[in-house]
């Protein structure tokens, strides 16, 4: 029995959603883009991959296609919100390359290697201070903002910034030696 | 006001981007990394999949559509089509609304801790004015004798505050709520105008939360709750450096955990009803409901109780499993300490402290740790975690309890919760037995120190019984005639609450029990 070629295509591409959605996310911070922000370009990506499916060379790997589809998109994205809304821009093309190297830097490129990183991830998380824990929930579980986790922890706004960095440090370091990688520094 | 500091200093994040260092592509990736990880609650609670992927996926459901935008192959559209025949031809409405019974049983409802019936009796009425006026006056003439320096500070307690905080409560009873929030926010007001009534300003804001709570402001509520939070995290470093402890020392972890938990977990409830309300329909989306930030309260008392219990185990030699719960910590100190007098005497205060090396166990404590397993069982059930909820729920009961030292209702509220887990795990005669449990605890409870708490549990709470009754006939027998009448009388009594609220707090309110309507349409 033949393959169904859609079929397979979405399968594959439901593989890959997550890791997507995780490539985005690791831009909105920096971007600002909303929860929905980040469904709506996924959206459009996913729309685009689906368009162009059949530029996709199966004896190649998916991720780094579907990473170069998004970067079209994103790079329309921002044209686009360069002209109508200049001045709340946040993210250039080469900053969002820059994130889409580290992310495959980081992420494993193989089926389970999101699975891998959440592991080390989670493991890591409870490595943390429990206050560095509160203030990482606070900010990315509850999206709360640094004046209202300042409230709550009783901080001025600046320094939840600091230690939110310093937090991510930490998580960076402790993830790269989980998967057994070398930290990247820059 | 103090909690409004932070947003003074800095401008809100929608008029500027959160981060101001230097761009770190790895740090963003982690970012990613961490958001994901949020965005399935699974991820916290449980083993990840291999795949690290949710069961459901919002994504997936997106998925669908988009293949139906494109056009799905002949294939994929004929197992769709079986696969519709096959969920038609297996499943009849009964079974349907069983899953909507058991997501109901889930979601807790928040309801105003007022009777309706109250504000239709005018003699019932007049009577609790004339209360109120009664407390004004000694309210105001403490006030008085403040201004001109001649209360004693048992009367500031007394006189002042306890008068005044009867004053919005009872307004609150009769419903009476924007009242009651302008008495409670004036109550702050002066103490921020006088810094030596500044112990009691972590209570008054607390009072103003439970204000905007009742009326289902939860946005309101939360920033009352949290500047109390601040407050008496205030209190606590001051103390602490008033009397040079460490925060180990037993009465630092005390006081963490008297002055601070009851506040977590009213922001827990606030959480969970909040949750409700983005939570898509119970019929639609059977599963857990997004409740982490309700556990994130749950978490943070329950790491304060802790630090207590560990505290009291180790210069004890006590020993106990490093994974102990909070629960079994408890379960692992002596029979005295488990179950001290009901009340006790400065000698037996200092008697315990010799024997039990600086700590000292006291009913109070036994009830908000019970108190405490009550509400870690609620979160666990919206997290359809229904194994955990009753196991946390059947500890919480074996912690030697006394009425009169309970004024949250425990009596009442353990068995109802009791009965929506059973629900929930899909046993409809179990429950019935909780329930008739908890309709003998809706009376005024046995003994209050405090008479303006004495109340009857509102007949709204007192409706719920009979909805989960009526619920639980209904998912035998979807057209019972009983179930029906039972849940539609509940409704009735639900809706007829929300008279008194208003604009989006109304709406909010009557959102609640949509799927309760549903059940009877």
Redesign the interface.
């Known amino acids: 029995m033949s393959r169904?070629?859609?079929?397979w295509y979405?399968t594959l591409?439901?593989?890959h959603?997550?890791r997507l959605?995780?490539?985005?996310?690791?831009?909105?911070?920096?971007w600002?883009l909303t929860p929905e922000e980040i469904?709506e370009l996924?959206?459009q990506i996913?729309?685009r991959a689906?368009e162009r499916r059949d530029t996709f060379d199966e004896s190649r790997r998916f991720q780094p296609w579907l990473v170069g589809i998004a970067k079209n998109v994103v790079r329309e994205h921002v044209r686009a919100a360069g002209v109508h809304r200049k001045t709340e821009l946040?993210i250039t093309p080469d900053?969002f390359d820059?994130?889409c190297?580290?992310?495959l830097?980081?992420?494993p490129d193989h089926?389970?290697g999101?699975?891998?990183?959440?592991?080390a991830?989670?493991g890591c998380?409870a490595h943390l201070d429990?206050n560095d824990r509160?203030l990482?929930?606070?900010k990315?579980?509850?999206n709360k903002?640094?004046?209202q986790i300042?409230?709550?922890l009783?901080?001025?706004?600046?320094a939840v910034?600091q230690r939110l960095?310093r937090a991510?440090?930490q998580?960076?370091a402790c993830?790269a030696g989980k998967l057994e990688m070398e930290?990247?520094h820059? | 006001m103090d909690?409004?500091h932070?947003?003074d200093?800095?401008p809100?994040?929608q008029s500027r981007?959160?981060?101001?260092?230097p761009?770190?592509?790895?740090?963003?990736?982690?970012?990613?990394?961490?958001?994901?990880?949020?965005?399935d609650p699974a991820?916290?609670t449980g083993p990840?999949?291999?795949?690290?992927?949710p069961v459901e996926?919002?994504?997936?459901r997106?998925?669908l559509n988009?293949?139906w935008m494109?056009g799905?192959?002949g294939?994929?559209l004929a197992a769709c089509i079986t696969a519709a025949v096959l969920l038609f031809s297996t499943s009849d409405a009964a079974f349907a609304d069983v899953d909507v019974i058991r997501g109901l049983a889930r979601q807790p409802l928040v309801f105003p801790n007022f009777d309706p019936a109250v504000r239709a009796d005018p003699n019932e009425y007049q009577r609790r004015m004339v209360e109120i006026h009664d407390l004004r006056i000694r309210r105001d003439d403490a006030v008085h004798r403040f201004k001109v320096g001649t209360l004693t500070p048992r009367g500031i307690n007394d006189d002042l505050l306890h008068a005044w905080s009867g004053v919005y409560r009872r307004l609150r009873d009769i419903g009476e709520f924007d009242e009651a929030g302008r008495e409670a926010r004036a109550l702050v007001a002066l103490i921020d105008r006088n810094p030596s009534l500044i112990p009691y300003r972590a209570v008054a804001l607390n009072d103003v939360a439970l204000v905007a709570y009742h009326i289902r402001d939860l946005n309101e509520a939360e920033k009352w709750f949290?500047?109390s939070?601040?407050q008496r995290?205030?209190d606590q470093q001051t103390l602490r450096a008033k009397n040079r402890w460490d925060e180990f020392h037993p009465d630092a972890l005390l006081f963490a955990i008297r002055d601070l938990i009851p506040i977590c977990l009213n922001l827990s409830a606030l959480e969970l009803a909040r949750a409700a309300e983005t939570t898509p329909p119970v019929k639609t989306k059977p599963g857990p409901a997004p409740v982490?930030?309700a556990r994130?309260w749950i978490v943070?008392a329950e790491?304060d109780f802790r630090k207590y219990l560990l505290g009291a185990c180790g210069p004890n030699s006590i020993s106990h499993s490093p994974n102990a719960s909070v629960a079994e910590l408890f379960f692992s100190l002596p029979p005295d300490f488990q179950s001290p007098p009901e009340s006790t005497t400065d000698s037996q205060v200092r008697e315990f402290q010799t024997r039990f090396h600086g700590f000292s166990p006291n009913s109070t404590l036994n009830v908000l740790l019970r108190r405490f397993q009550l509400a870690a069982a609620t979160v666990a059930l919206a997290e359809s975690d229904t194994a955990a909820a009753a196991k946390l729920l059947a500890d919480g009961r074996r912690i030697p309890y006394w009425p009169i030292r309970d004024e949250s209702r425990l009596d009442f509220h353990e068995p109802l919760l009791a009965a929506r887990i059973a629900i929930a795990a899909g046993r409809f005669d179990e429950p019935l037995q909780h329930l008739e449990e908890a309709a003998q605890h809706t009376g005024p409870p046995v003994v209050s120190n405090d008479v303006a708490n004495a109340r009857p549990i509102p007949p709204a709470r007192v409706a719920e019984l009979a909805a989960l009754r009526g619920a639980c006939l209904l998912a035998k027998d979807e057209n019972d005639p009983e179930g029906r009448r039972l849940v539609k009388e509940s409704l009735e009594a639900w809706t007829a609450l929300s008279k008194n609220l208003t604009g989006k707090n109304r709406s909010e309110f009557e959102k609640q029990f949509e799927n309760w309507e549903d059940l009877i349409r």
Request: charged share 30%; proline share 6%.
């Open positions: 169904d070629p859609d079929r979405w591409y439901h593989e959603e997550e959605l995780t490539l985005l996310r690791a831009a909105a911070s920096r600002r469904d996924a959206q996913r729309v689906w946040r900053e820059a994130i190297d580290a992310h830097q980081i992420v089926p389970n999101l699975a891998e990183a959440l592991t991830l989670h998380l429990a509160r990482i929930s606070l990315y579980e509850q903002d640094s004046p300042g409230a709550a009783a901080m001025q706004a600046a910034r960095r991510l440090l998580l960076r993830i930290p990247s820059g | 909690e409004r932070d947003h200093i800095d809100p994040e981007p959160e981060s101001e260092d761009f770190d592509p790895h740090l963003c990736v982690i970012e990613g990394l961490v958001m994901t990880y949020y965005a991820r916290r990840l999949t291999l795949t690290g992927e996926p919002p994504a997936k997106r998925l988009i293949k494109f799905l192959s294939l994929a949290l500047a939070i601040q995290e205030i982490s930030a994130q943070r790491a």
